[in-house]
């Protein structure tokens, strides 16, 4: 009996969120002035460019924390861009304390949602949200350092942060599991990056950008070189 409720509340889960996604579609495709707004948000974050950014989400005013927050929302579930670039528009634009509190909110707004997409709709929805080498990579990530993972690469500036969400949905990690090293990993990543880019302009700015490019990349190798040496092991093993 237990059972079957269960799986009626799954399937009700399901519909409820297949219902949601369809409106979104519906809306996007069929209202012209959302459809025109939204494209130009992506032009916008795909430039990679943080003045433009601040700029952008400046203009709506006093809905700009709103939209803040939405872009944050929509990076992490259809966008392969790192939320590292809004964030330090956020300590750009309210200075680094209020920054970072939308920044992490919006961010934990965001991964949770990943989280609830992949956990309810499963592998082959989230295939054609996120792509299947990012989706690849994040499995083999998360298998090797499990919880840790979630830690590891919200550290990482320039590494979005979404495949590991859609991931750590797919394996059995239970939702608090998810919620407390997802906030916990967030935290000092937004508050840095946010203390340190609102501070910073010009030159000294860009040399931020490329100390944590640098870390990014030294921890990706070593990441990469743990995952390689614990493959060689597992063949010889079976060998």
């Known amino acids: 009996m237990k059972k079957a409720k269960k799986i009626s509340n799954e399937n009700k889960n399901r519909i409820i969120l297949i219902s949601i996604v369809l409106l979104c579609v519906l809306v996007y495709f069929f209202v012209p002035q959302i459809n025109s707004e939204i494209n130009y948000a992506f032009n916008v974050l795909r430039k990679l460019d943080i003045n433009e950014i601040a700029s952008y989400i400046r203009s709506f005013g006093s809905l700009a924390v709103i939209i803040s927050f939405l872009l944050m929302v929509l990076q992490a579930i259809i966008a392969p861009i790192p939320a590292f670039f809004i964030t ?3 300590s750009m634009i309210w200075g680094w304390w209020k920054g970072a509190i939308l920044s992490w909110s919006s961010a934990m707004a965001g991964a949770l949602l990943c989280f609830f997409i992949a956990r309810i709709l499963g592998r082959d929805v989230v295939k054609k ?3 299947n080498g990012a989706l690849q990579s994040a499995e083999e990530f998360f298998d090797r350092f499990g919880k840790q993972a ?4 919200r550290l990482l500036p320039f590494v979005p942060f979404d495949p590991v969400s859609y991931a750590a949905g797919l394996t059995s990690m239970n939702f608090w599991s998810f919620f407390i090293a997802t906030g916990i990993g ?6 840095i990056y946010s203390y340190f880019g609102g501070q910073l302009t010009g030159g000294a700015q860009a040399l931020m950008y490329g100390l944590l490019g640098l870390f990014a990349f030294s921890l990706i190798v070593y990441v990469g070189k743990k995952i390689y040496q614990e493959k060689q092991k597992s ?3 079976e060998k």
């Open 235 to 237: 063949k010889k093993i």
């Open 150 to 153: 979630i830690l590891i690469c």
């Open 129 to 131: 949200i996120a792509t």
């Open 88 to 90: 330090l528009a956020n």
């Open 186 to 191: 967030q935290l000092p990543a937004t508050i």
